[in-house]
């Protein structure tokens, strides 16, 4: 079969496209979305599909927005025939079939589909051809070939003879799905036979069982009465146990009743006593408690008074203290006056002093710092710097290097005047014998008076060399901007203005740092600033010598004396105000004791007073107390009631002690535990009676069940059955076992057969892809004619395990070894559709020599959107579709 042209109206996106192919390989390139995989779709479809069918993926073929159906035509040849089959889907459907050659026929309707389909089956094998399209995105799988009849007959062709069994391994096939499926597993009669004797077996033993089990429940159901009228018995004399023990436990009952009323009245005897006592206790204590008031109030008066002496003595030692304290501060303030005026003495000369430096030492600083701020400003408005004059004188070289390159490689113009009429190029006049030499990157105008007038235009310069020219002006030009220059000279003109103002401040800044040394400039501003302030505002304090202006330290002296002096002075009357300070804070500190003194003895006084009071006020209040009480209930009266209620007391308590003996003497723990005991036996035997009755029920009804349904007679027949299915499954498993054993001989001697004719399909798919592989290449076909393996240079890796452009590349040249295995005449067009896109460029080339190879004995159709792929394939007709 061979494809001679295919033409698309209204299908996806394609209004109207027609593609003629070639004999060989024919590479049908475009761009994406172009339709190059709607020519192997529309193939299918018009092979596969009738006009009338309403499929998904034939409705998906419409195109967007046009109210028209999709229609293909397909000019082929297959066999004898030459046809060209036409159709419409979806909107107005037809099909139409013209047979060209051998006989012409026209066809419609599903009449032409089923004659196409019938001359396709009478000239191709259709496995074959479906094998040899590869749609987009199935390039990593493998073909299936085992079933493809022409491969089969190539294969026999190439000089190995398969045996023709096929019938009678039909028939053995036919005999084997009787007994087994597939995959080995048993099935049929077979499998159902051999199911059926477990399941015999079973239930003959399921009968056994039920059988020997009759006998047992007989067995059982007469101990189960016997246990039940045991049980019976013993739950009978329980009930009498239970009715004695519950006559006894009333009876302590009454017993434990007088007990706890004895143990109440004792309990209430006790409270008497108790309170009697309380009443008692209460009034001796309050006899104590107004006699220790009585004699608190007695020690607290004769505190008070000696302490009102003691506070007496102290206030007259803290007025001749305070006397004393006022006469030391005196002295201070005195001394302190003295040193006061000593102190400003000195601080006015050592003022004037600093005051003459740090003018000096400020002025020179002033200067230096001016000088900075300038240079900084000048810095500030130069941004050029040394290093950016390097990069621009850079950038210009790499001009006149461009500039070079273009005009050494511009044609050369020599001009040489020979006779008297003068020549001029470009409007310079060459001299009588001279030589000029030009290079023609621009028009070149060469004029010979009154003769010739000549224009030269350059060729085509280079492209590289007009990019790196244009790409170097560029450059340059953008830095001239960034700098805001005009040339590389006015841009080294303002670097080195910035050079010499960076000098000048760095020498700035280097005196300043001399000056400032360890000190902040504000510290020596606020220095100065603090010695004017006092000398007073216009820098001169009393005793200053104004005319100190020639270096030598003014101010040092103050009146007649000197600094030293002075500072003896200072000295001194600070001695004398610090010992007058300590004699005060002496002072101070004694005055302050006796003051605390004074303060405490107040304290104490002022308490011992409150205490007086509050003892004199509780004396009266329990003294009161005290006759308010007795006119109640006299002391005697209270002695009285606490031996009445003593004596009561103890007559209740002996009447607990009897009764507790009787109540202790009946047992109430053991006859409490034995009537727990029978209670819980009468319970427990009442459930074991009812247990024990429903399972003689529970018997009586099995065996009444058993003895209904027949099981002896089932049994029998259980054997019956059982044995059959015995002799039925013994029989179909010999039959099984013979089939199974035959036809493992007959394929056995076909695989062996096969594995022969495997050989020149594996060699030529070593031949062919040994050219990308190398002459290392070895592969594993099995029997079904699928590559196992691939072996590279001794290093065998299993199909599956290989990387994706490996498998892509092994399965396309399964594919074309097929294409060039089978005959022309029977063979089918390999169609890829988008191939080869795992391949790296050094495999492309060599799979573009396979193509070539493939396409003089097979139609090879290449549909993709990257023809560079394919761009060294030999021999290829190309066709692209916009």
Sequence with gaps: MKFHSIHLRNYRGIADSRVEFGDGVTVVEGPNEVGKSSIHEAITHLREDKASSRKASVKETQPVGVDAGPEVELHLSTGDYELKYRKRWIKQPFTELSVISPRPEQLSSDDAHDRFLSILADTIDIDLLVALEVAQGESLAQAPLAQIKALHSALNESGVEVADHDDFLDRIEAEYAKYFTRSGKVTGDYKAANAEVPRAEAAFDQLRERSRGMDDLVDNHARAATRLESVRVQLAQALTDRDEAEQAAKAVAELKAMLDQAVEQAKSAQRDVQIAREALDRRTQLIDDVAAAEETVKAA????????????????????????????????????????????????????????????????????DEKKSRAQATIASITVTTKDVEALSSLETEVRIAENAKTSAAAQIVAKQLGSQPISVDGSELGDGVTGEFAAVKDVRITIDGIADITVRP???????????????????????????????QARARANDRADAEAVKAEADSTLKVLLGHDERDQLEAALARAQQILGADGTGPGTDEKAGDGTEAGSQTGDRSLSELETAVTESENTADDAQSALDATRVELERIRTSRDDARVETVRAQTSLKEAETQHERLTSSLAAARKTDSDADLDEAVKTAEARARNVDSHVDKAKAAYQAADPETLEMQLQNVRQLVGSKEAQREEVRQEVDRLSALIDDRASEGIYEKLAAAEETMESAQRKQARLDRQARAIDLLRSTVLKHKEESQRKYVAPFKEQIERLGRLVFGQGLSVEVSEDLEIVSRTVNERTVPFESLSGGTKEQLALIGRLAVATLVDSDSGAPVVLDDAFGFADAQRLNALNVILSTVGKSAQVIVLTCQPDRFARLGGAKTVSLT
């Design 301 to 368: 008066r004769t505190s008070v008074t000696d302490l009102e002496t003691t506070q007496s003595d102290k206030d007259s030692d803290f007025d001749c203290a305070q006397k004393t304290l006022a006469e030391k501060q005196n002295a201070l303030d005195e001394a302190r006056a003295l040193a006061k005026a000593a102190a400003k003495e000195v601080t006015e000369a050592r003022a004037q002093t600093e005051l003459t430096e740090l003018t000096r030492r400020l002025d020179t600083i002033r200067d230096h």
């Design 459 to 489: 060729g085509a310069s280079p492209v590289e060399l007009d990019n790196a020219l244009t790409s170097a002006k560029q450059a340059f030009e953008a830095e001239l901007k960034r700098l805001d220059v005009d040339s590389v000279v």
